[in-house]
């Protein structure tokens, strides 16, 4: 839901072409979140409330230093914790700053089929746009991280907008920005992948991480918020975070091959009842007087549904 | 810090302990990160809990709380052992070779020599250098090994005068003497063995090893390019022995040639914005601003006090040391004109006699306990929370109740200003306590300017952002409103002794509303007669212009300082601490631009010692300051921690602050209470005897106080070890104010071990009680595999923690939660003899479920 000028490269359920694009070739934004680094100090998720105007939120101790179980939809940054047994290096307190992935092919919008609700814009970020919303909740089941959450008062669904309000007037995000230790970074695409690479080298090579690596998923086409993780092998132990993420086969289904069915499907029966007219002609009614009328033409008809 | 923040990034080692940098001290704890990132730095993380410090260490040991000299003192020994130590450092920059005198005995039974059970001291007279020459290389067979005490050690019934470091210490540069410092420190510390060190931490043996190896890497074969760092917070003073925990991290620095050093020294880090200035100010009870000694009523007069408190150089004669305390006389005697004004004069001393004279003990929980026993009648509380502090906080309510008036300046209604609501008084004993108790609303840290100091040294200026709202007031106002009227008292009623309130000197602007400013630029000090120099005889300062720094002291009166380490902060150039240069020409993180650093700008203490005898730095790569030859000076990118054209042939040592000029490995006498090599000593409560002599279990020196609240339990009542913390959520006791801090962690809770809670038969979030021998805590637990049961000399023991923000005071996002016990109901009012900090780290207690 923001006020941002970013260029619109694809926008959710909109037949025709997408204004203004290729027109201003923005580079690839992207997110690192170094988990190796992070000390789940949750600055980030209080600079997230802040600049985005949410406020307190009603939570509860649940033998966690997690503030919630789950992000909500005026709670888009949590720091998830685990208390894992390594098979090799022992006790580790995992710590995943979890928030919208910014996925290239994004399963949200694939989902969304109102008009302009969702849009990826070309450096990457994806975006909601409330006021196009209709709350259907599709975004929700397309997502494969569980990221957008509906907000039952606004009737509206919202998520994480890599403070596409700060980048695009040349900022950092507000938990980038936070960031005490430098465990999280913010820049190019190529430049954070780099960096993550390097990184994740140092890891095996200097502090006995042997399964260290970056966090990309190629399920989705890369996602614009990647992470270096001790044990690339095991995803899952930082907070369910999902080892090959990709759209749900149902959203597949239905925004691809049967979208296409059903439209074909639609054409065809159009095209049908022309062949049919032409073969057959007027379909003749019996009146009740026994006489044959014919059917009136969609013009006269004066409302649809209108007769028994 | 003997190093900085900043610094923390040039490190190749980090031994993190007792302390939790990531979560109490996260901004600063980046630069750790960049160590391991930019430098491959190693992190070693020794605590109680797995933190979250621990989540990016790269080793992690679970030690039991309280154990920390022996981890430290087995350390010792393994680098002795493998020969990982700074040969050259060692003999030429500590008091290693310094021979110890005859009779001087190692505390095999727990006790060094001198100790006298009736008093509970120590006569430290055997504590001292030996007087002589040079004995390297001279036979010693004869020499009486340490351990056995020696005949003649009986000690006299009225302790004689005390003693002095000899002018001509005797020596032996080859570390071969028995009764050198070495020797004496390898045989103290050869009995902290790895199997020891086991069976008293709780550590096991390959993982101890594992541990103090890495640490130890850096000095392989004595190779001095690699620097490492010991890290430190209250984790380690909050024990009965506190301050010998951490005079065993500075011997091991010593020992592998750290301190002075970019990336190494011994690093306190200290847990407010502003606690290091305060330190400074002279804000315990036994020190004055820029730490000159507090007068005791047998220094008579001004003369009597700087002959104690001025050291006079005690080394090997060959060598040089430029003892910079010998100024002492210029620092009081410009601090008493501070004070006085022209009321100070060189004929009555400069007023010597107004200041007040410590007669004994004034520190935290000596005041508390003299308020319950009714000598302390009120209490100004400004910006702390003395009932949550504790220890004993049922101690201190219970004296609360007792006094006639307490006074709270504070931007909340707090814990203290609410004693008489505390859980457990009825409505009926309300009634009964009398105390007036009175809340001044004051400004908070975003409506005042004025200087803070962090524990880096750096003296920063910060500027007001809003104005107080309200009827707050700023502190100084506050402040100024009672000195100005109680000062009008005395000028109209008189009383005892008048003259220091009335020749005060209160000479600020505005009286009522001074000038954090203008305190600040009477901190650095101004001149008040021209000051000339001493071989040209030019006027280098005029009458009334401010001091460029200490080294313009004079002990004649014509100089005004607040507080000799500060000066330099405010100079006629202007505000120092107010300038924001961010270039760093070394690349090690100087910022000599970058605010002001108390001493003279340095950032790095001891930094000549980063160089080798000849002036040549250690590493290359990090070039902090070097002897330049042609102009005859010492130059760097800091500033020089040394006298500026001190050759290095002239053997200066390079801690000038220490009459011997050396670091010492040994403290001789009058430099601490309780021995002069750190011995380790249980916990007051404990759940095992020391293992080392189970006689003499505790710390001799620690007297208990005798209040009905003063109590101690057994560990076969109260079996598990407690010890408390901070988490990263919360800021002390001040966020469970803040909506924001209240969401990320809501609730006050326990962490239990898995183990236990499947012996008790508790479940995470279940509502448990932590009973003490003082007081019972109520909260959910929190059970955790990150902390594990420890095996104590063959004895399984459980270690819990708890987190000390939550209280019965908070807004009403934090209302309607379950108990609002302060944690500080648990921990015992015992303190450390040297720094009277009590022992909040380490303490017995029993679980329930509740």
């Given amino acids: 839901m923001s006020q941002a000028s970013a260029e619109i490269i694809r926008i959710s359920g909109h037949a025709g072409s997408v204004p203004g694009s290729g027109m201003n070739r923005e580079f690839q934004v992207c997110k690192l979140i170094d988990t190796t680094t992070c000390i789940g100090c949750k600055a980030c998720e209080v600079a997230c409330l802040e600049w985005n105007g949410y406020t307190f939120t009603e939570t509860s101790f649940d033998n966690s230093y997690q503030t919630m179980p789950d992000t909500t939809w005026n709670y888009w940054n949590l720091i998830r914790f685990n208390e894992y047994e390594h098979p090799d290096h022992g006790l580790m307190l995992l710590m995943r700053k979890d928030q919208c992935m910014h996925c290239e092919e994004p399963g949200c919008l694939e989902a969304c089929p109102a008009d302009g609700a969702i849009v990826q814009y070309a450096n990457g970020i994806i975006d909601f746009q409330q006021e196009h919303c209709i709350g259907c909740g599709y975004c929700m089941t397309g997502c494969p991280f569980n990221i957008p959450k509906f907000s039952p008062t606004a009737r509206k669904v919202f998520k994480c907008t890599l403070c596409n309000d700060r980048v695009s007037v040349g900022l950092e995000p507000a938990c980038i920005k936070a960031c005490p230790t430098g465990c999280l970074h913010f820049g190019t695409k190529p430049e954070m992948k780099e960096l993550a690479e390097t990184r994740a080298t140092q890891l095996r090579d200097v502090s006995g991480f042997s399964n260290a690596g970056v966090y990309d998923p190629s399920g989705v086409s890369g996602t614009h918020v990647i992470y270096v993780l001790h044990d690339a092998t095991r995803t899952e132990a930082y907070g369910g975070l999902p080892a090959n993420p990709r759209i749900p086969w149902t959203v597949q289904l239905w925004k691809k091959p049967l979208r296409w069915l059903g439209n074909f499907a639609m054409i065809a029966g159009v095209f049908g009842v022309f062949i049919h007219y032409l073969r057959f002609g007027p379909k003749i009614i019996e009146g009740d007087d026994g006489k044959l009328t014919p059917t009136p033409r969609p013009s006269e008809e004066p409302r649809l549904g209108g007769k028994a | ?850």
């Fill in chain 2, 1 to 850: 810090m003997t190093n900085g923040w900043v610094d923390i990034k040039n490190t190749d080692m980090m031994l993190i302990m007792g302390g939790n940098p990531a979560e109490n001290h996260p901004c600063g704890f980046k630069w750790a990160m960049e160590a391991k990132r930019n430098r491959n730095a190693k992190l070693i993380s020794v605590d109680p809990r797995f933190t979250r410090t621990s989540a990016t260490a790269d080793l992690f040991l679970q030690i039991r709380a309280g154990t920390d000299i022996a981890f430290l003192g087995g350390l010792i020994r393994y680098a002795i052992e493998n020969n990982r130590i700074a040969k050259e450092y060692l003999v030429n920059y500590t008091n290693a070779a310094f021979i110890v005198k005859e009779g001087f005995k190692l505390p095999e039974d727990g006790l060094y020599s001198g100790f006298d059970s009736s008093s509970s001291s120590y006569d430290k007279s055997t504590w001292n250098y030996q007087e002589g020459g040079d004995f390297s290389g001279q036979p010693h067979a004869a020499a009486p090994p340490a351990h056995a005490a020696p005949a003649d050690a009986a000690h006299p019934a009225t302790p004689a005068p005390p003693p002095l470091l000899p002018p001509n210490v005797a020596y032996d540069l080859t570390l071969q003497h028995p009764r050198c410092v070495f020797q004496l420190m390898r045989q103290q510390y050869s009995r902290y063995t790895p199997e020891l060190v086991e069976r008293i931490t709780g550590i096991p043996k390959e993982q101890y090893i594992k541990a103090i190896d890495l640490f130890t890497s850096i000095r392989k074969d004595g190779d001095m390019k690699k620097a490492g760092t010991i890290i430190y917070a209250v984790g380690w003073t909050q024990h009965t022995f506190g301050t010998q925990i951490i005079r065993t991290a500075a011997m091991i620095q010593l020992l592998l040639g750290n301190v002075g050093r970019a990336g190494g020294g011994v690093n306190a880090l200290r847990g407010h914005s502003n606690i290091q200035g305060a330190t400074d100010m002279g804000g315990l009870a036994d020190g004055m601003p820029g730490y000159l000694k507090v007068p005791t009523p047998a220094d008579t007069d001004l003369a009597a006090y700087l002959k104690r408190t001025t050291p006079t150089a005690s080394k090997p004669v060959p060598w040089d040391s430029f003892n910079y305390y010998s100024n002492t006389p210029k620092f009081m005697v410009s601090l008493l004109k501070a004070l006085y004004g022209d009321a100070a004069t060189k004929e009555n001393g400069f007023a010597y006699d107004y200041f007040p004279k410590v007669d004994r003990d004034y520190s935290w929980t000596h005041i508390w306990d003299d308020m319950y026993n009714g000598k302390v009648k009120g209490m100004m509380a400004f910006g702390m929370n003395g009932v949550m502090i504790g220890p004993d906080t049922n101690k201190n309510i219970n004296a609360l109740k007792k006094a006639d008036w307490l006074v709270v300046g504070e931007i909340y209604p707090d814990e203290t200003s609410e004693f008489w609501k505390a859980p457990g008084i009825t409505a009926d004993e309300q009634k009964t306590i009398n105390t007036t108790v009175y809340r001044l609303p004051c400004a908070g840290f975003a409506e005042k300017d004025g200087s803070m100091t962090n524990s880096a040294r750096w003296v920063t200026w910060k500027y007001a952002a809003v104005p107080p709202p309200g009827q707050a007031r700023l502190d100084q106002d506050i402040l100024a409103q009672i000195f100005l009227r109680v000062r009008d008292l005395y000028k109209k009623e008189g009383g005892k002794f008048p003259d220091p309130i009335l020749n005060a000197s209160w000479a600020y602007a505005d009286a009522e509303h001074p000038s954090l400013s203008q305190v600040a630029m009477e901190l650095n000090g101004r001149t008040l007669a021209d000051q000339k120099d001493d071989t040209t005889g030019q006027v280098v300062l005029k009458a009334g212009q401010q001091l460029p720094g200490f080294a313009a002291l004079k002990d004649d009166g014509t100089t005004v300082c607040g507080n000799w380490i500060y000066s330099g902060m405010w100079t006629e150039a202007g505000p120092q601490c107010q300038r924001r240069g961010t270039e760093d020409p070394s690349g090690l993180g100087v910022f000599p631009n970058w605010s002001w650093s108390w001493p003279a700008n340095r950032r790095i203490l001891y930094n000549r010692a980063s160089c080798n005898p000849d002036g040549k730095p250690w590493d290359p790569e990090r070039k902090q300051v070097w002897w330049n030859e042609a102009a005859g000076k010492w130059a760097g990118a800091d500033v020089p921690d040394f006298k500026p054209d001190s050759h290095p042939k002239d053997h200066m040592g390079p801690f000038i602050m220490n009459p011997e000029g050396v670091g010492r490995l040994f403290a001789p006498i009058g430099v601490l209470a309780d021995g002069p090599f750190p011995e380790h000593y249980e916990p007051f409560e404990s759940p095992t005897k020391n293992l080392l002599h189970p006689d003499q279990s505790t710390n001799p020196l620690v007297k208990a106080f005798k209040t009905p609240y003063d109590k101690l339990g057994t560990p076969e009542e109260y079996s598990i070890v407690c010890t408390t913390y901070r988490l990263t959520e919360h800021y002390h006791y001040w966020t469970k104010n803040n909506p924001m801090n209240v969401q990320l962690i809501p609730e006050p809770f326990v962490e239990i071990p898995v183990e236990l809670a499947e012996e008790k038969g508790i479940r995470g979030t279940d509502m448990i009680k932590v009973i003490s021998a003082r007081g019972t805590y109520i909260a959910k637990a929190f059970v955790t595999k990150r902390l594990k049961p420890m095996m104590i000399d063959g004895k399984k023991v459980y270690q819990i923690g708890l987190p000390i923000h939550q209280g019965f005071r908070g807004i009403p996002e934090d209302e309607g939660r379950d108990a609002r016990t302060p944690a500080n109901l648990l921990t015992p009012a015992v303190v450390d003899p040297n720094a009277h900090t009590p022992e909040s780290k380490g303490f017995l207690v029993k679980v329930e479920k509740a």
